[in-house]
């Protein structure tokens, strides 16, 4: 049975980014965040290889849900203001996995680390720092 949270995500994600390229949420604990995304033509660049931005969003958007978990009481957002993706290997076609850790969770800000993977294999490493938005008074 899905977690009660994983249609909640679902339905937040409706006709944005991440449902349009296929961002699928699998799992997520008090450890972490694990997300897909299969490989479409359209996640592809121009040379035929997974295109960087793809790999960003699926990292992105998991270290995002996983932050949206693990806000403050009280706050009422977050946005990224720094990421750093290391590229270490590619992929044409199959599935992407992502696990997002998180590093820091603060009342301003978050820190979390994303490994994607293909196959097996680490394609890339990404790090990004979220800060806490709270309402205005």
């Known amino acids: 049975m899905a977690h009660p949270l994983s249609t909640v995500f679902k339905n937040h994600q409706a006709g944005t980014l991440p449902e349009l390229l296929g961002f699928e949420l699998q799992s997520f604990d008090d450890n972490g965040l694990h997300a897909t995304l299969e490989i479409k033509p359209h996640h592809l660049a121009p040379n035929g290889y997974l295109h960087a931005a793809s790999i960003v969003m699926l990292a992105d958007t998991s270290c995002g ?71 205005k008074k």
Do not use: Y
Request: a positive charge; charged letters at 15%.
């Open 65 to 135: 849900f996983g932050c949206m978990l693990n806000l403050p009481e009280g706050a009422q957002s977050f946005t990224t203001i720094e990421l750093k993706s290391n590229h270490l290997s590619t992929a044409r076609e199959g599935k992407l996995e992502c696990l997002a850790k998180p590093v820091h969770l603060g009342r301003t800000t978050q820190v979390w680390d994303a490994t994607v993977s293909s196959a097996g294999k680490t394609i890339a490493l990404f790090r990004c720092t979220q800060m806490v938005l709270w309402p």
